[in-house]
């Protein structure tokens, strides 16, 4: 879908838009379903948040935190190399928040899109990961679900 900024409350929001061709596509429509189930259960200081969702009308809409600072990876190429002290504390971020979607109960998320655009600046200078929603993933293969623990060893064949 697309984004927009928009106003709910007084304070600014972003808008995913359902893409309008999608109306016609059960599968898509199932999938729309789906990332609000995660997006609603979601609730960590490493995550955008989820504000609501249009699911009566159409266009469908999923409503969420808005961060004017924009995606880490402009962030990156605005500011270039980082101080150390900086990069750990970005780690941290990123680490806690992929942590907690990965223990999210009853079934964890795996984000499996992990780049620093689907990461966002809040103004306080934390990050948060975004762009996890439409990844159907509640139901994990064996081997996906020892990708998401990190005290197995992979297989390097």
């Known amino acids: 879908g697309s984004y927009q900024v928009a106003k709910w409350n007084g304070t600014r929001v972003s808008v995913k838009i359902f893409d309008k061709d999608s109306y016609s596509d059960p599968e898509s429509i199932n999938a729309f379903k789906y990332e609000l189930t995660l997006l609603e259960k979601v609730r960590h200081p490493n995550v955008v948040q989820f504000v609501g969702a249009v699911t009566q009308n159409i266009p469908m809409m999923i409503v969420s935190e808005y961060h004017a600072k924009g995606n880490f990876q402009n962030y990156l190429q605005k500011k270039g190399r980082l101080s150390t002290s900086k990069v750990l504390r970005f780690a941290v971020d990123i680490a806690r928040g992929m942590n907690y979607l990965h223990e999210c109960k009853p079934d964890p998320i795996i984000h ?26 509640s139901k994990l293969s ?8 990190p005290d197995d060893q992979l297989d390097p064949s």
């Open 142 to 149: 064996a081997d996906k679900a020892k990708l998401a623990r």
């Open 112 to 137: 499996c899109n992990l780049q620093p655009k689907n990461v966002l600046l809040d103004n306080g200078g934390k990050l948060k990961i975004a762009g996890f929603g439409l990844l159907r993933l």
